[in-house]
């Protein structure tokens, strides 16, 4: 990741300055950078974050609530606007003191507006308002997943078409990105994402009781325990076998482990709430039936894009981006699965996976250089708890009827 001094910003020198003066313009004359405020707060962290136009991140801030909503169980949607309204301020106070940057010298201000919970995407649009208003700022409103999305053209140099999957606790999408807002949709999640699954699954067998994962979320807890358990003691069926879709759906697969998670209950004698001894196998059985069923998907989204001329067999991408994206061992797997295809295989850093304010400032970047969706004009502007992502074409993908060859070779190079 670039990053970038105060003094850069501060001071007026000859030399050059990491491409913030313009070299047409004679020494004491800067070029004013294009600096655009990140804010997001689309579910339970809130983030924000200070980026120029070359993706220098000048500044930010995360205020997580993870400890708080594992002591409830989950995530409560007022608890997280109560606490997002508490921390806020702070955060973007934080994220522009790092920068050296005053909101009078901000190009624009951008937001997530959508999708998320509705409660804690009202606290960050009423905030940033307020700071649009003040300070007669440019809005950019953002679609949350179109900035997981394009957060590797802020990491890596990544020219458009490719194709992208965005998986994380709240979403599970296949796309291809065309453009900075042109989204082709192959396929999601048809009831509930992976990291919601994996979560309620880890609540299901108490890992927050196991001396090993007291501290972690749900889906960080099974993939810790996976690493020395026995994948092959259970047998999960896999979802959506007879579709040759790019859907997915992972809640039937999550009352197949409840199921088996009874049963075992049953035969060790234990009440619910108790640890099972098998966890550390029934967690690699969990994390490895999830892993093969996003393959599997992905692999008729890239046979898909080959056959229909979508993109270049000679330049094609996959970009991986989202919390669980940071599951090394998915991430691991869809390696291989690239590397099989000949597809160049890319995704931001684990810190950037995950919601931050930096993603929202960079595709507010992406938004302004391209002149898409910068609003002098803030009226009737709303939230929007659900949101799809650019066109969608599943059903096309639905009517080629891809069969995905075997899997096998591809899990071995992965193990």
């Known amino acids: 990741m670039k990053s970038i001094a105060r003094s850069l910003l501060r001071t007026a020198r000859c030399s050059p300055a990491g491409g913030l003066r313009s070299r047409s313009t004679p020494c004491g004359k800067l070029h004013r950078p294009k600096l655009v405020l990140g804010i997001e707060t689309s579910c339970d962290d809130t983030g924000a974050a200070v980026v120029d136009e070359a993706g220098n991140v000048l500044g930010e801030a995360l205020q997580c609530q993870r400890e708080v909503h594992l002591k409830t169980g989950g995530i409560i ?3 997280a606007q109560q606490l997002h309204r508490e921390n806020i301020e702070q955060v973007v106070k934080e994220a522009l003191s790092v920068s050296g940057v005053s909101v009078n010298e901000l190009t624009a201000i951008a937001t997530t ?11 960050g649009l009423d905030y940033s308002l307020k700071l649009v208003n003040k300070y007669q700022k440019p809005f950019i409103p953002i679609h949350h997943m179109e900035a997981h999305a394009l957060t590797i053209r802020l990491t890596n140099q990544v020219e458009f078409p490719f194709l992208v999957l965005l998986l994380s606790g709240g979403h599970c999408i296949l796309a291809v990105a065309q453009g900075v807002s042109d989204f082709l949709l ?17 609540r299901r067998l108490s890992l927050i009781k196991h001396p090993e994962c007291h501290s972690m979320a749900g889906g960080k807890a099974i993939e810790h325990l996976a690493q020395t358990g026995n994948r092959q003691q259970y047998t999960f069926r896999l979802p959506m076998q007879q579709y040759r879709n790019c859907d997915f759906s992972f809640s039937g697969l999550q009352n197949l482990i409840n199921k088996t998670i009874i049963q075992k209950e049953k035969e060790e004698g234990i009440q619910e709430g108790e640890l099972l001894s098998c966890v550390k196998d029934i967690a690699a059985a969990v994390q490895h039936v999830v892993a093969i069923h996003i393959i599997q998907r992905t692999y008729r989204a890239m046979l898909f894009c080959i056959k229909n001329g979508i993109l270049s067999p000679k330049h094609a991408t996959l970009v991986v981006s989202g919390g669980v ?9 869809l390696q291989a699965l690239a590397n099989a295809n000949s597809f160049a295989f890319l995704s931001p850093p684990p810190r950037l996976c995950t919601d931050n304010g930096v993603m929202i400032a960079w595709n507010g970047i992406e938004r302004l250089r391209a002149g898409l969706g910068v609003l002098n004009s803030t009226e009737g502007i709303r939230f929007e708890p659900k949101a799809p992502l650019g066109t969608d074409i599943s059903n096309q993908v639905e009517e080629d009827s891809i069969k995905v060859p075997k899997l096998r070779k591809i899990l071995q190079l992965a193990s």
């Open 113 to 123: 507006v959508k999708p998320g919970l509705a409660l804690s995407l009202e606290v």
């Open 325 to 333: 994206a940071s599951n090394q061992y998915i991430r691991k797997g």
């Open 77 to 79: 949607p007022h608890v």
């Open 186 to 202: 192959l396929g999601q999640s048809i009831d509930i994402a992976p990291g919601d699954m994996l979560d309620k699954v880890a």
